[in-house]
């Protein structure tokens, strides 16, 4: 008798992935994934081994595709069913006599749960239950981490499903929009909005709604410039103008008051948007799937959590999309301080209550009230004392307020959650498969794209890209300024500038936060945090070894003057600042330097006096 199923969740909607508790499994290869894909895309259905074979090789097929095929499905049962011998392998992969069949409930894949929350919405909105068709539109959605499919569409040979499924999304995301205008949660849905005007850039009807959702979310600049970027558009490639649709959402937002005009209703007072502060960057996450879950599944259970990490691994961002996905559990909403620029426990107390629109005085309460609120507090590392200080007092004081805060160092507090974000994956060249599909590698092309015209990624090129985001650490942020390079650079000539990255990689960027607008100021700020001392000893592990032990650092150290140096506590302090990762080994601690943190540390012994 077969056992009981494995308790594993499958994932497709973003990049293909199976758990297994909370083990992450290892699919293998590109091709070998490519067939996992094609099962799980229909769950409990046979796929046929004809359509397998066109799903991974398309009409181009070797001779040995059906035996290659039946070894790819042994290798994926001995990854699903490990403990199984290998004729009992077929609970999760079954046979049937035309082809295979992944054998799991629906409820433990993202599309099946997709399909079914959809059609349970569409029943709601037909029993003109609309509040419900509502919700049940945005769980579905919620299933989606990347509405372009892009792994699958790198994966599959045939893309006919892919192109039905991403069709199902946009139907979904038009209706969870257009009931989110009617209902008046424009602000809740401008996200979903925005990728759907992403993904259907010459629908009008999708247009449309995101100019309205725009400006009835209180950002009419922002919709009004939207609209005039669509109408110039539509003009280059079709030679059309915006027709009726899309000229009434203008006109409408057009005609609305700026937020400082005279109200036209005194009956009808303006009511704050549920998300306050700072908006979230635009465009989705690369390779953070993972990470997005979560953290806001631990957002879910838990009232604080730290995000913590190398600098430019972005967590950022990762916040700030993990704040939308959290946006509708709680009431009062989301408010956001980006906290790059403040001092001291008073100016944070001063910028959130700022967003919150609250008086301050000396009291805690003052900052958010009796909010059901969620907080963010962004780049704290330079303020971790006052900032622990402030979050103690707020969360002690009110049970409805949860804090998440991202920060180099972590905060201290003995309630504290941490959710680590490591520099993404750059891909593994030397084993045969294209970097191609490796989140680094994809940062990089969907950046360089937008500033080159003429750069495209292939299977070629990948090779030297992976080599440039390998030299910058995998870490998003300087992927994405040496993608911005690509506006003068070629490839080649941008593979000669990583050698000096601190000072080469530097290309105009003018927004918000200062720290990020060029590598050596992001790096510079963690060492900002140090004292003298540990300044002095960052700057000489630049002489050691990539991967050194506690000796080692005391020998680097033992001519420095002053103080006496304790060395573990030095290091662990290097830890904590994450300008060093420690490695755990039977023999001890080992300890290692991105290569981008070791190019800092060499600037900086060079400047010492000798």
Known sequence: MPGRLPDIQIQTLGEVQVRRGTELLDLGPAKQRAVFAALALSPGETV????????????????????????????????????????????????TSAGYRLAVDAEHVDVARFHTVYAQARRARAE???????????????????????????LLQSTDAIDALHRTWCEAALEYVTLGLELGHAVNVIAVAQQLATAEPLDEEAQARYVAALGQGGRRATAIAHFHQ???????????????????????????PEPS???????????????????????????????????????TRHRLLTVVGP???????????????MLGRFSDGVAVVETSELTGHRELSLGLARVTGRQVDDDAGAMVGDKHLLVLLDNVEHLVGPCARMVDEVLRTFRRVSMLVTTRERLGLPYETLWPVHPLAVGAPGEGESPVHAPAVRLFAQRAMQVSLDFQLTPENAYTVASICSRLDGLPLAIELAAACMATDTLDELKVRVARPLREINPPRR????????????????????????????????HLRSIFGQEDAARAWSQQSGPQIEVRAVLDRLVDASLLNVIHTPAGPMYGMLRLVRCLAQELADLEPP
Do not use: M
């Not at 074979?53 to 070894?71: F, I, M």
């Open 48 to 95: 046929t081994t004809t359509a397998l074979r066109e799903a991974v090789w398309g009409a181009d097929q070797p001779k040995s595709a059906r035996q290659v095929l039946h070894t790819y499905i042994a290798r994926l049962r001995q990854i699903l069913e490990p403990q199984l011998p290998p004729h009992e392998r077929v609970q999760v992969i079954s046979s």
């Open 128 to 154: 003109q239950d609309a509040v419900g068709a509502f919700q049940l539109l945005g769980a579905a959605l919620a299933e989606w981490r990347d509405p372009d499919l892009a792994e699958l569409s790198a």
């Open 230 to 256: 669509v109408q110039a558009r539509l003009s280059e490639e079709l030679g059309v103008e915006p027709g009726a649709e899309l000229t009434r959402a203008y006109q409408q937002v057009a005609r609305r």
């Open 261 to 299: 005009d005279p109200q036209p209703s005194a009956t009808q007072p303006p009511t704050r948007p549920p998300w306050r502060g700072p908006g979230p960057g635009i465009g989705g996450l690369i390779g953070r799937e993972a990470d997005l879950a979560g953290v806001t599944g631990k957002l």
């Open 311 to 325: 600098p430019g691994s972005g967590k950022s961002a990762l916040a700030q999309q993990a704040a939308v996905h």
């Open 511 to 542: 927004y918000p936060p200062a720290h990020q607008h060029s590598l050596w100021s992001t790096l510079q700020r963690s060492v900002d945090c140090l004292n003298a001392t540990e300044r002095r000893c960052f700057s000489r592990l630049a």
